[in-house]
T-cell receptor, first 115, second 117 residues
Framework: DTGVSQDPRHKITKRGQNVTFRCDPI?????LYWYRQTLGQGPEFLTY????????KSRLLSDRFSAERPKGSFSTLEIQRTEQGDSAMYLC?????????????FGPGTRLTVT | AQKITQTQPGMFVQEKEAVTLDCTYD???????LFWYKQPSSGEMIFLIY??????QNATEGRYSLNFQKARKSANLVISASQLGDSAMYFC??????????????FGKGMKLTVNP
């Protein structure tokens, strides 16, 4: 399977704990995106990487959130001191660098529950 | 700013019938693109169809077609010959520029389609 993969698929954590999610994009896709989706809503953009450079961060991404993409391959999203409001589905997407290829390919998501 | 509006919370359709899912959008950019994604209960967003603002013809992909009416700012998804597996959430989205020079997707709230046997 050469699609976008995410790990873990589900995470339950207690408030105040740190969590880290991983995303493996489609190989050769140099653009990588993170989105957050809360219940009953569409996904909302969090951040964007072009290769290893983080070029865009939404104001939704508070100081407790950090994302990395070392070597321009997989990406991690870390949430420190989790809060109940962080409970959501975290989606990763990737797309080719071709300026005419606008489609973003999504992974299965990581569902976070903060208790 | 870009905005996507999906006002239908849910729809029911009989298997093998056609169904239209509504989407209206707002943008001041002359160049834009519109997407439809399907999200089954498993959670993965599945790309269905894309329409560019300068495309002369409405996009089609198998049983999916996009009824693009630029003057009305609408981009409705038409699913022909519905199948039970089409039951899912459907999201309309628009590509929007970011301050960093990239593009992001702006999604609507989605609507739930249920196909009855």
């Amino acid at each position: 399977d050469t699609g976008v993969s995410q790990d873990p698929r589900h995470k339950i954590t207690k408030r105040g704990q740190n969590v880290t999610f991983r995303c493996d994009p489609i190989s050769e896709h140099n653009r990588l995106y993170w989105y957050r989706q809360t219940l009953g809503q569409g996904p909302e953009f969090l951040t964007y990487f072009q290769n290893e450079a983080q070029l865009e961060k939404s104001r939704l991404l508070s100081d407790r959130f950090s994302a990395e993409r070392p070597k321009g391959s997989f990406s991690t999203l870390e949430i420190q001191r989790t809060e109940q409001g962080d409970s959501a589905m975290y989606l990763c997407a990737s797309s080719p660098g071709d300026s005419e290829a606008y489609e973003q390919y999504f992974g299965p998501g990581t569902r976070l529950t903060v208790t | 700013a870009q905005k996507i509006t999906q006002t239908q919370p849910g729809m029911f359709v009989q298997e093998k019938e056609a169904v239209t899912l509504d989407c209206t959008y707002d943008t001041s950019d002359p160049s834009y693109g519109l997407f439809w994604y399907k999200q089954p209960s498993s959670g993965e967003m599945i790309f269905l169809i894309y329409q560019g603002s300068y495309d002369q013809q409405n996009a089609t992909e198998g049983r999916y077609s996009l009824n693009f009416q630029k003057a009305r700012k609408s981009a409705n998804l038409v699913i022909s010959a519905s199948q039970l597996g089409d039951s899912a959430m459907y999201f309309c989205a628009m590509r929007a520029p970011t301050q960093g020079g990239s593009e992001k997707l702006v999604f609507g709230k989605g609507m739930k389609l249920t196909v009855n046997p």
